[in-house]
């Protein structure tokens, strides 16, 4: 488990994104865990902005030389920043999934489904029980 970095910031799915919230910001990405099973990053497919995403449906695509692999959304809202750098280096995602590497931010109407995600101890958990 002491392989993975979980901040203990962020919020966590089931899925393997996390969320940060700033405000009504919901800034998104992958997991460290996530980044290392699918391990180099050769692809990333992110939605347009102002796309309406629903939690749980799938925003995008990740691909990797291992696989490709849904990215879902962890929370619904508008999609209001995208992070085009990745068309050109996904492997940002590898490099710092937690910063550069960042995919979506999206306008949140509530924070409901935020505090709803996991916290650091409870995807740490998640992870250890999948291992």
């Not at 990740?62 to 490709?68: L, Q």
Request: net charge negative; proline share 4%.
């Amino acid at each position: 488990m002491s392989d993975y970095e979980i901040p203990d910031s962020l919020r966590y799915s089931e899925e393997d994104e996390w969320a940060r919230s700033d405000g009504k910001r919901v800034t998104i990405g992958v997991t460290d865990y996530a980044q290392q099973q699918l391990g180099d990053i050769v692809f990333v497919e992110l939605p347009e902005v102002g796309r309406i995403i629903e939690k749980s449906e799938p925003f995008g695509v990740i691909e990797s030389v291992k696989a490709v692999s849904d990215l879902f959304a962890p929370i619904g809202g508008e999609i209001v920043e995208v992070n085009g750098d990745l068309a050109e280096r996904p492997e940002a995602v590898n490099e710092d999934c937690y910063g550069d590497g960042w995919m979506i931010v999206v306008q949140v109407g509530a924070h409901d489904e935020v505090d709803a995600l996991l916290d650091q101890a409870g995807y740490a958990q998640h992870v250890k029980d999948r291992e």
